[in-house]
């Protein structure tokens, strides 16, 4: 189990909930469900920059994550377009753990240089 403390500073509430538009989105449940399915899940795309360095950071933790690649998928600008709804951001890569929504690289980036993101790693 992680150990959360109040690390989570960001501006919008990542808790999972469905608005806009995508509210009677089908694929709405199977995003759930993916967001559910790793204690770390980071949903990327294989030609991002930043995708690559935010999987780096949880390598360099040691941390094992279930990984979706967008643009391998068919639904994949569907479920991007979902991400959006529930997290307010758009871009990739997008980081949960715990089901909650760390945010991209930057603010992985930011957690990991403060030690932080290594404390929520902490089973």
Do not use: H, W
């Amino acid at each position: 189990m992680f150990k959360f403390s109040n690390y989570f500073f960001f501006k919008r509430d990542s808790s999972i909930s469905s608005k806009g538009d995508t509210i009677n989105s089908p694929k709405l449940a199977l995003v759930k469900q993916m967001i559910k399915s790793d204690k770390i899940v980071i949903f990327s795309k294989s030609y991002c920059i930043y995708c690559k360095m935010v999987k780096e950071l949880f390598d360099k933790c040691d941390a094992q994550y279930t990984e979706y690649v967008l643009d391998g998928r068919d639904d994949g600008e569907e479920i991007q377009k979902i991400l959006g709804d529930l997290t307010g951001a758009t871009t990739v890569p997008r980081v949960f753990v715990n089901e909650k929504c760390l945010g991209g690289r930057a603010e992985c980036k930011q957690l990991y240089d403060s030690g932080k993101l290594q404390k929520l790693l902490i089973f």
